[in-house]
């Protein structure tokens, strides 16, 4: 029971959430599930949107979704859901925990994520089209240090703090990756200084 517990607090603080609020193991399942069909739809949604509204456009949509998600957890949550030593967490939620709310906070999380994964991945192939290895090279070095990082703190820290990191970090990803959109040519200047 133990190593399953670690385990599954070590796959993400989403998964472990449910574990935490829910009673039934198997809605651990059902919440990776509907992460994982919105991630999948992400690809199609916004791969065909992108088109439209750019991708800086995406971005923003995808902001204002995992924003939307931020608050549906702060609110649904038990704020010792992300740092409960016992099997469950013993706060209560403002709105008490529903798992079809907890579902759809599951999609929305795979649509954000996936908006941001389908940009950045398509700005890194545009913009260092010539040397794609290294630039993705760098994003996945970064997206794990980052990750990393939060693990250290997911621990110890409650969930309002939790998602007052993310609700920042996730807007200045917004800015940044809008900035590196429509200004490429000023990247491209600095990361080349020097080169041929």
């Not at 630039?135 to 998602?163: N, W």
């Given at each position: 029971?133990?190593?399953?517990?670690?385990?599954?607090?070590?796959?993400?603080?989403?998964?472990?959430?449910?574990?935490?609020?829910?009673?039934?193991?198997?809605?651990?399942?059902?919440?990776?599930?509907?992460?994982?069909?919105?991630?999948?739809?992400?690809?199609?949604?916004?791969?065909?949107?992108s088109t439209k509204i750019g991708r800086h456009?995406v971005v923003m949509c995808s902001t204002v979704?995992?924003?939307?998600?931020?608050?549906?957890?702060?609110?649904?949550?038990?704020?010792?859901?992300?740092?409960?030593?016992?099997?469950?967490?013993?706060?209560?939620?403002?709105?008490?925990?529903?798992?079809?709310?907890?579902?759809?906070?599951?999609?929305?999380?795979?649509?954000?994520?996936?908006?941001?994964?389908?940009?950045?991945?398509?700005?890194?192939?545009?913009?260092?089209?010539?040397?794609?290895?290294?630039?993705?090279?760098?994003?996945?070095?970064?997206?794990?240090?980052?990750?990393?990082?939060?693990?250290?703190?997911?621990?110890?820290?409650?969930?309002?703090?939790?998602?007052?990191?993310l609700a920042v970090t996730c807007l200045l990803?917004?800015?940044?990756?809008?900035?590196?959109?429509?200004?490429?040519?000023?990247?491209?200047?600095?990361?080349?200084?020097?080169?041929?």
């Amino acid at each position: 029971k133990q190593w399953y517990q670690r385990r599954v607090r070590g796959s993400s603080v989403f998964i472990t959430i449910i574990g935490e609020v829910f009673s039934k193991r198997s809605y651990i399942a059902l919440g990776g599930i509907a992460t994982g069909i919105g991630e999948i739809s992400a690809g199609f949604i916004w791969g065909r949107l992108s088109t439209k509204i750019g991708r800086h456009g995406v971005v923003m949509c995808s902001t204002v979704i995992l924003c939307i998600l931020y608050y549906l957890a702060f609110i649904s949550f038990p704020f010792d859901a992300a740092t409960a030593t016992t099997t469950r967490a013993t706060d209560k939620p403002i709105i008490p925990s529903n798992l079809y709310l907890t579902l759809a906070m599951g999609v929305l999380l795979g649509l954000g994520d996936g908006g941001f994964n389908v940009s950045i991945y398509a700005n890194l192939s545009t913009v260092f089209e010539h040397k794609p290895a290294p630039a993705f090279a760098v994003f996945k070095f970064v997206q794990s240090l980052m990750g990393a990082g939060a693990f250290l703190y997911c621990g110890s820290l409650q969930l309002p703090y939790q998602l007052a990191i993310l609700a920042v970090t996730c807007l200045l990803a917004c800015f940044s990756f809008t900035y590196l959109e429509r200004f490429p040519q000023r990247v491209l200047v600095f990361l080349t200084d020097g080169e041929e």
